[in-house]
């Protein structure tokens, strides 16, 4: 079975390390686990295929794998779920189930429903989720971890009252909350009126270093007793610009092409069969992308800046960045959190602004090119059936 998993939010067969956001995420989990009292709040935020979900995912096995003297009940979220008080009850429910020691404790009470919650629920707390959550949080004593996934498409007003609820059941007990999201994510917060929300950890989650994309190729190959060469691992991490969804495209690909060749290690010549193969899923996902700034009507603004980057090679300043954006509109915050939004320029822990997606830049030039031209460069695959070849 191939082992690469291109798509969203998969494990893939070798996860890439990041110490400086995982150490941070496991702390939380000991000191809930450990029994500290305290609110934890942490969030990840980055361009789209980075591996948000991924690590949430990966965090979720970390606590599921430990064990230990206090379970910790984990409540995964969407925004999705913060809109009624029924829906959020109902995940909160079956994390409890899902979670063993605190199953046993609390047969009796499921019964009649998690105390407070199910008193509120039907009631004045119908359309205010996060009051039945308060109760419930400050009635139960075990070590509650909650994440929301795409958390920067949640209303800020309900992301509030959640990190609200979180803050104040932090006073006598050990509860968490890691949100997830594209940069966007950190706007979210800020219009959320839960001032204490930046003296969380917020954990910005780039592309891969270098040597753990390699890794994440190379490893699968190894694993399985084939060989891996030095070249092609490096040619490929260096295709994908260390990206992770595309580390796994480009994985998933190579995998296919050696097995279909029955060859005994991954060579340049799958290398290139891997690059060829993808060209279709790459355009396609550029071209997602690319229609984003379409409907908000900002190609223009998307081009600039795509531009910009390609010929400094650099990232940029709050300066820079906003002298180019002055040109759009007079005031460029609002251009600034499209993009921020959107993942296609963001900024990491280093203060400056660079592409959420290397590679998308040359996409986006060539696609806004005046005349087209990008038609013959990326030749675009639901036009003439056969898809290009990609950069
Ligand atoms: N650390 C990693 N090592 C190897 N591959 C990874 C890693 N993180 C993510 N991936 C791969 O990258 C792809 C995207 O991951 P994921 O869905 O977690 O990204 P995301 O940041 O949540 O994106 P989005 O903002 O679109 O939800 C998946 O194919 C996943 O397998
Ligand atoms: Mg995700």
């Known amino acids: 079975m191939n082992p690469f998993q291109p798509g969203a939010g998969l494990l893939p067969g070798y996860m890439g390390h990041r110490p400086a956001i995982e150490r941070p995420l496991v702390d939380i989990v000991d000191r809930l686990r450990s029994g500290q009292k305290g609110p934890r709040l942490a969030y990840l935020y980055g361009p789209r295929g980075n591996g948000k979900t991924v690590l949430l995912q990966w965090l979720a096995d970390q606590v599921e794998k430990k064990g230990g003297a206090h379970p910790i ?5 969407l925004p999705e779920h913060l809109t009624s008080s029924e829906m959020l009850v109902q995940r909160i429910r079956s994390a409890v189930r899902r979670t063993p020691g605190v199953f046993d404790n609390l047969t009796v009470n499921l ?3 998690i105390p407070g919650v199910s008193l509120k629920v039907g009631s004045e707390a119908r359309d205010d989720p996060m009051l039945g959550l ?15 996934d795409e958390a920067h498409e949640a209303d800020p007003v309900v992301l509030g009252r959640l990190l609200n609820a979180v803050q104040l059941a932090g006073q006598d007990r050990p509860v968490g909350a890691i949100l997830a999201g594209t940069p966007g994510l950190l706007d979210t917060l800020a219009g959320s009126r839960a001032s204490f929300w930046s003296r969380g950890e917020k954990l910005a ?26 070249d092609s691992i490096c040619e490929l991490a260096r295709a994908a610009d260390d990206y992770p969804y595309f580390l796994q495209l480009y994985g998933a690909a190579a995998w296919d092409a050696v097995k279909a060749t029955g060859a005994s290690e991954i060579g340049l010549e799958h290398v290139t069969a891997a690059i060829d193969a993808t060209s279709v899923p790459r355009r396609k996902y550029y071209r997602e992308r690319y229609e984003e700034f379409r409907k908000a009507n900002a190609l223009p603004l998307a081009r600039d800046v795509a531009l910009a980057f390609t010929e400094a090679d650099r990232p940029m300043t709050d300066v820079r960045l906003d002298k180019l954006l002055a040109r759009h509109a007079e005031d460029p915050a609002e251009m600034r959190a499209l993009l921020n939004a959107k993942g296609f320029v963001w900024q990491d822990d280093d203060d400056h602004w660079t592409p959420g997606i290397p590679s998308l830049m040359g996409y986006m030039i060539g696609r806004t090119e005046p ?13 003439d059936g056969a898809g290009g070849r990609g950069a």
Do not use: C, I, K, T
């Open 73 to 77: 009940v984990q409540v995964r979220l």
């Open 111 to 113: 019964e009649a429903g």
């Open 134 to 148: 308060s109760d419930w949080l400050e009635q139960d004593r075990y070590p509650v971890l909650f994440s929301l």
């Open 205 to 230: 989650v780039g592309l891969l270093p270098d040597g753990e994309a390699r890794a994440v190729l190379a490893r699968p190959f190894l694993d399985a007793g084939l060989e891996a060469s030095a």
């Open 371 to 383: 005349e087209h031209e990008s038609n013959r460069d990326w030749p675009d695959a639901d036009r």
